[in-house]
């Protein structure tokens, strides 16, 4: 039974989900919610759907200054969960950036299923379906543009025990046309490579390293490297550097640090926050305006079945 303060954040969760992803005009694809893959694996690898075996809620808020009003901002929202006795699992996407220098809104859909191949490792197989919005210039028009969903299809494999796991996925299939824009360039199908794992530093301290690799055609590797630090399963700090590979920002590639900071309160919600000295997605920063992002983030488990790792 949830108590009336899990409840309010229940439903302002649901709220969220159902209101908070209104649709505008868009051109870039899900860069923002792509680089949340920490704080959300299934944002890059839909494999990842129920391997938390219980039905989850994450919440992020994404804001460039918080001291001016209607400063760019963007919210993503997933959930994902289990049925047949953990051997399936289903889960939902939604985000609406305005960050970047385009709007974007996207919405998908995933399915894993999930098989044990041992006693100690289980493998998860899974895809993806949804929509971009985006602004999409015919050919012989001049500035105007009509707005047009794309489908979006990704697929990925996960393989995990009670203290590593690998996850490969292209959470992106399709080539899409988008007409006589110049920003086509920057419709990402990236492929990931994920490795992690947990480790008992002490009895009430646990360390999660944590790998990722990134390949485009035609683009460099792109490697980060970090990991977090929990303290009696209660508070989690971490660090992680991530290369910029293939994206260029002022005509470098972005190299950039997130720091981040995680707070359970009680069995049922953590909250977290997140800094980032760059910001991925912007394409055409100048050199007068902050480099630097804010999150925000809201989790939630209504039936926890013991500390979420990732």
Same mark, same amino acid.
């Given at each position: 039974?949830? *108590?009336?303060?899990?409840?309010?954040?229940?439903?302002?969760?649901?709220?969220?989900?159902?209101?908070?992803?209104?649709?505008?005009?868009? /051109?870039?694809?899900?860069?923002?919610?792509?680089?949340q893959?920490?704080? $959300?694996?299934?944002?890059? !690898?839909?494999?990842?759907?129920g391997? &938390?075996?219980?039905? !989850?809620?994450?919440?992020?808020f994404? +804001?460039?200054?918080?001291?001016?009003?209607?400063?760019?901002?963007?919210?993503?929202?997933?959930?994902?969960?289990?049925?047949?006795n953990?051997?399936?699992g289903?889960?939902?996407?939604?985000?609406?950036?305005?960050?970047?220098?385009? *709007?974007?809104?996207? #919405?998908?859909?995933?399915?894993?299923?999930?098989?044990?191949?041992?006693? *100690? =490792?289980?493998?998860?197989?899974?895809? %993806?379906?949804?929509?971009?919005?985006?602004?999409? #210039?015919?050919?012989?028009?001049?500035?105007? @543009?009509?707005?047009r969903?794309?489908? @979006?299809?990704?697929?990925?494999?996960?393989? &995990? @025990?009670? !203290?590593l /796991?690998?996850?490969? @996925?292209k959470?992106?299939?399709?080539? %899409?046309s988008?007409? %006589?824009?110049?920003?086509?360039?920057?419709? +990402?199908?990236?492929?990931?490579?994920?490795?992690?794992?947990s480790?008992?530093?002490?009895?009430?301290?646990?360390?999660?390293? $944590?790998?990722?690799?990134?390949?485009?055609?035609?683009?460099?590797? &792109?490697?980060?490297?970090?990991? +977090?630090? =929990?303290? !009696?399963?209660?508070?989690?700090?971490?660090?992680?550097? &991530?290369?910029?590979?293939?994206?260029? /920002?002022?005509?470098s590639n972005?190299?950039?640090?997130?720091?981040?900071?995680?707070?359970?309160?009680? +069995?049922?919600?953590?909250?977290?926050?997140?800094?980032?000295?760059?910001?991925?997605?912007?394409?055409?920063?100048?050199?007068?305006?902050?480099?630097?992002?804010?999150?925000?983030?809201?989790?939630?488990?209504?039936?926890?079945?013991? #500390? %979420?790792?990732?």
């Amino acid at each position: 039974m949830m *108590t009336s303060f899990q409840s309010r954040i229940f439903s302002f969760l649901t709220i969220l989900a159902i209101f908070g992803f209104s649709a505008g005009k868009t /051109y870039a694809q899900r860069e923002v919610l792509y680089e949340q893959y920490l704080q $959300n694996p299934m944002a890059i !690898n839909p494999a990842f759907t129920g391997v &938390r075996e219980t039905f !989850n809620m994450t919440a992020m808020f994404r +804001r460039k200054w918080f001291t001016i009003p209607n400063s760019p901002t963007s919210q993503t929202f997933a959930a994902d969960g289990t049925f047949g006795n953990g051997k399936f699992g289903v889960g939902f996407q939604a985000l609406n950036d305005q960050t970047s220098y385009f *709007t974007t809104t996207a #919405f998908s859909a995933s399915f894993a299923y999930h098989l044990a191949i041992s006693d *100690t =490792w289980k493998l998860a197989l899974g895809g %993806q379906g949804g929509i971009n919005l985006l602004p999409v #210039f015919d050919v012989g028009s001049s500035l105007n @543009s009509n707005n047009r969903a794309l489908g @979006s299809v990704g697929i990925g494999a996960w393989l &995990r @025990s009670e !203290n590593l /796991y690998l996850g490969v @996925s292209k959470p992106e299939l399709l080539s %899409q046309s988008f007409g %006589q824009q110049q920003i086509a360039t920057y419709y +990402r199908r990236p492929l990931y490579v994920m490795v992690g794992g947990s480790y008992d530093l002490a009895d009430d301290v646990k360390l999660l390293p $944590n790998l990722l690799l990134v390949q485009e055609k035609d683009y460099k590797l &792109r490697v980060d490297v970090g990991g +977090r630090v =929990w303290f !009696n399963e209660k508070v989690g700090v971490g660090a992680t550097y &991530r290369t910029g590979g293939g994206y260029s /920002y002022g005509g470098s590639n972005i190299n950039y640090l997130q720091l981040s900071a995680e707070v359970m309160v009680g +069995r049922n919600v953590r909250l977290g926050y997140f800094y980032s000295t760059k910001q991925i997605e912007q394409f055409n920063a100048t050199s007068s305006e902050p480099k630097g992002i804010h999150e925000l983030m809201l989790k939630f488990v209504p039936n926890p079945n013991g #500390f %979420q790792k990732y």
